[in-house]
């Protein structure tokens, strides 16, 4: 997509020019909410600050209301609680092409019958611009992505990936200060999707545009952004950078929806003297990280050891096997333990022990307690 990274920067600095105020943050959300008129609440006391700059990722399951929040930012819904800002600026009743802002659909919403170079230009004609000053800029933007070549012909006769970078080139040639995407790549095979989702973070960081991302697939919201904002049912669950929210969710949900972790509940039992917390579960005394009175253990798939012969002290956790399966380097093992619920571990795939486990052998798990989290259930 930018075959040019020195043209692509030079592109960058014309565009972004106008957006280098000094303002704390770009974005702004306070307390935002929205009630549909049906009564519906699908967004309660949204609190976000963005810095210039970040990529941040709105992830969550199907109608947890991230695509909601998007509109409200861009001002296609109009909020019903609380106040938005961009650069200062309260925009909370701006009408849509008011405000500083792109969106790119996950559809695109091209105009088939309209040439790319047309589609490219159609923002800035609604913008008033003088005709040359609008042609400097689509010719630029066509040359940044590579797109000159295809520039006369109609947007229905492109391939899915081209359109999409067609999407993205007409939601930068208005040059916005937030880039918002609504699941940008969901039409796209799972290849392609992977080369543009690498384009896309080289992009960003060329730009320095704030890109605000909305998508459900994890993988795509931990491999892309700065920062994650986990959703469910309207509500903030966690606002974390990607290895954060993996190695320590702060909640529940976040613990069940985020990689592969197992959730076992106890009783408070203090501080262990190197500072760590203490829980007593069934399954005897687990340590890990956490608040003081937490009572919730979370334990990541890899944190789980299988260890035979046990370190003295540490918790051990009898199981069965019931299933195994080695994925490259990783060995993936399915264990049912004493109370009968089975937990999913991850471990080296040439691990002698994992080599020779079948299903229906007995094993004891030992656990990492530098990566357990302990959270209030
Ligand atoms: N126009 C509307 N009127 C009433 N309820 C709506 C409207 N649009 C969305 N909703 C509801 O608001 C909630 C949030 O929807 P939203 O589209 O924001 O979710 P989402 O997280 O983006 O989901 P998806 O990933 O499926 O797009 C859902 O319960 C949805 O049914």
């Given amino acids: 997509m930018i ?27 306070n307390s935002v909410g929205k009630t549909y008129p049906d009564g ?41 609680r609380g106040n938005i800002l961009i650069k200062g600026r309260d925009v909370s009743h701006t ?9 790119i659909f996950q559809n695109y919403a091209l105009f088939p019958h309209m040439t790319v170079r047309q589609n490219i230009g159609f923002g800035l004609d609604i913008k008033g611009l003088a005709r040359s000053e609008k042609d400097r800029k689509v010719e630029r933007i066509l040359d940044m992505f590579d797109l000159t070549e295809f520039a006369d012909r109609k947007a229905d006769r492109l391939s899915g990936g081209q359109r999409q970078r067609i999407a993205l080139a007409r939601g930068l040639v208005v040059e916005p200060e937030i880039l918002l995407l609504d699941e ?5 095979d799972a290849n392609l999707r992977r080369i543009i989702q690498n384009e896309l973070k080289l992009l960003q960081r060329e730009l320095g545009i704030t890109f ?19 959703m469910s049912n309207g509500v903030v669950e966690q606002i974390s950078p990607p290895e954060e929210l993996y190695r320590r969710p702060a909640t529940p949900f976040v613990a069940g929806f985020i990689g592969s972790n197992t959730v076992i509940k106890g009783t408070p039992a203090g501080a262990a003297p190197d500072g760590t917390q203490q829980l007593t579960t069934p399954f005897g005394t687990i340590t890990g990280h956490g608040l003081a009175g937490a009572d919730t253990a979370v334990i990541p798939a890899e944190a789980f050891r299988i260890a035979p012969q046990g370190t003295p002290g ?12 080695l994925v490259g380097a990783v060995g993936h093992l399915r264990v049912r333990l004493s109370d009968e619920r089975e937990i999913d571990i991850e471990t080296h795939a040439a691990a002698p022990e994992v080599q020779t486990l079948a299903p229906g052998a007995g094993v004891t798990l030992g656990i990492d307690p530098v990566a357990v989290t302990l959270i209030n259930s």
Avoid: W
Avoid at 43 to 50: A, M
Avoid at 51 to 74: D, H, Q, Y
Avoid at 95 to 103: F, N, V
């Fill in 3 to 29: 075959p040019n990274p020195g043209r692509a920067q030079i592109a960058a600095r014309t565009l972004t020019s106008s957006i280098c105020g000094a303002m704390t943050h770009d974005l702004e959300l």
């Fill in 95 to 103: 009408p849509p092409e008011k405000r500083p802002t792109s969106m």
């Fill in 184 to 188: 940008p790549l969901g039409a796209l």
């Fill in 212 to 230: 605000v991302f909305v998508t459900h697939a994890q993988s795509e919201a931990l491999g892309l952004s700065d920062r994650v904002v986990v």
């Fill in 314 to 325: 540490e918790i051990r956790l009898p199981g069965t096997i019931t299933a195994r399966k």
């Fill in 40 to 80: 519906t609440t699908a967004v309660q006391d949204f609190d976000l600050k963005v810095e210039k700059g970040e990529f941040v990722a709105f992830l969550g399951p199907s109608g947890c209301g991230k695509s909601t929040t998007l509109r409200m930012i861009a001002g296609f819904e109009e909020i019903t």
